[in-house]
């Protein structure tokens, strides 16, 4: 199984400002993803974050808004830019191991001001 | 793209109840079906899977169906408890290496 570590946990921002949130996994991996997940809402994929490339996005979600690095295979990173009050949700980054169990990382719990 | 639909949204039962959620998908190609568990403010949980060379899968008082024909699966919980309580949530993946589309989600509230 994958540890992945995530962070922060959560934060409280102001509106206009950028979150960049962290995600390390124990293990080299292919993908990772990112999701949304707002309040009371079920998981919503934002990118898929590959080494190497750029990331590809699900329909909704733009690069400027949402911008993914992946400079390794154990690291990624995603940013919220120009934050607004619609943007509170918790960020989940997870990977896959090939075609078995996602793992989740506990998420950042964001609160836009 | 894949496209999820899970009931019921909201489920109550009695503790020793059994309790089902459906989800349909829309994606023939797809071959991987997870369940996730959420508690309150927690991540999400893999509690069973089934992939589509399976019809049926047991783990305990936990049991996941698949039906390739109609694209639909089903959680089914035996004799459930109190413990039981949170929201679930079904999810299919297209091939290795993508990501999982969820369900909207079922809240599971087990009574005593």
């Known amino acids: 199984s994958a540890v992945i570590s995530q962070k922060p946990s959560r934060d409280i921002c102001q509106r206009g400002t950028s979150l960049t949130i962290q995600c390390q996994v124990d293990s080299q991996v292919t993908m990772m993803f990112w999701y949304r997940q707002q309040p009371g809402q079920s998981l919503t994929l934002i990118a898929t974050a590959n080494q190497g490339s750029e990331a590809t996005y699900e329909s909704g979600f733009v690069i400027d808004k949402f911008p993914i690095s992946r400079p390794n295979l154990t690291f990624s990173t995603l940013t919220v830019s120009n934050m607004s009050p619609e943007d509170s949700s918790i960020y989940l980054c997870s990977v896959d191991t090939m075609g078995t169990e996602a793992f989740f990382g506990q998420g950042t719990r964001l609160t836009v001001v | 793209g894949e496209n999820v639909e899970q009931h019921p949204s909201t489920l109550s039962v009695q503790e020793g109840d059994s309790a089902v959620i459906k989800c349909t998908y829309s994606d023939s190609a797809s071959n991987y079906f997870p369940w996730y568990k959420q508690e309150l403010g927690k991540r999400p949980q893999l509690i069973i899977d089934i992939r589509s060379n399976v019809g049926e899968k047991k783990d305990q008082r936990i049991a996941v169906t698949l039906n390739k024909t109609a694209k639909h699966f089903s959680l089914h919980i035996t004799e459930t408890q109190p413990e039981d309580s949170a929201v679930y949530f079904c999810?299919?993946?297209?091939?290795?290496?993508?990501?999982?589309?969820f369900g909207k989600g079922t809240t599971l509230s087990v009574s005593s």
């Open positions: 999810a299919a993946a297209n091939q290795a290496g993508t990501a999982l589309i």
